[in-house]
Nanobody, 125 residues
């Protein structure tokens, strides 16, 4: 199983970035996909998640209204469109996949079985 995160970079505050997670080696259509992030010196935190059918989406309060997660089951990819970026969004962003994620566990990292390598997002003030 491989999860390849891409799209990170350096952007000014107020700008936008689009992250992508390409998934292979598992039944993508049966897997929930989530994004987590970890800033230097901080614990990893939940950002957003989308269930296998796309009918259930969850966002962290800190990104609600600014970020949008979507999935393309035909291409085995999940995207995270990030807008109105703030310096506090600076972190390494990881995508994760899980086949047994239920609604009440979507924001828990323990619910996900597979993780990508991360992509750096840096927001300058």
């Amino acid at each position: 199983v491989q999860l390849q995160a891409s799209g990170g970079g350096l952007v000014q505050a107020g700008g936008s970035l689009r992250l992508s997670c390409a998934v292979s080696g598992l039944t993508f259509g049966n897997s929930a996909i989530a994004w987590f992030r970890q800033a230097p010196g901080k614990e990893r935190e939940f950002v957003a998640a989308i269930k296998s059918t796309g009918d259930s989406i969850l966002y962290a309060d800190s990104v609600k209204g600014r970020f949008a997660i979507s999935r393309d089951n035909a291409k085995n990819t999940v995207n995270l469109q990030m807008g109105s970026l703030k310096p506090e969004d600076t972190a390494v962003y990881y995508c994760a996949a899980g086949g047994r994620v239920i609604n009440t566990s979507m924001r828990r990292d323990q619910a996900y079985d597979y993780w990508g390598q991360g992509t750096q997002v840096t927001v300058s003030s």
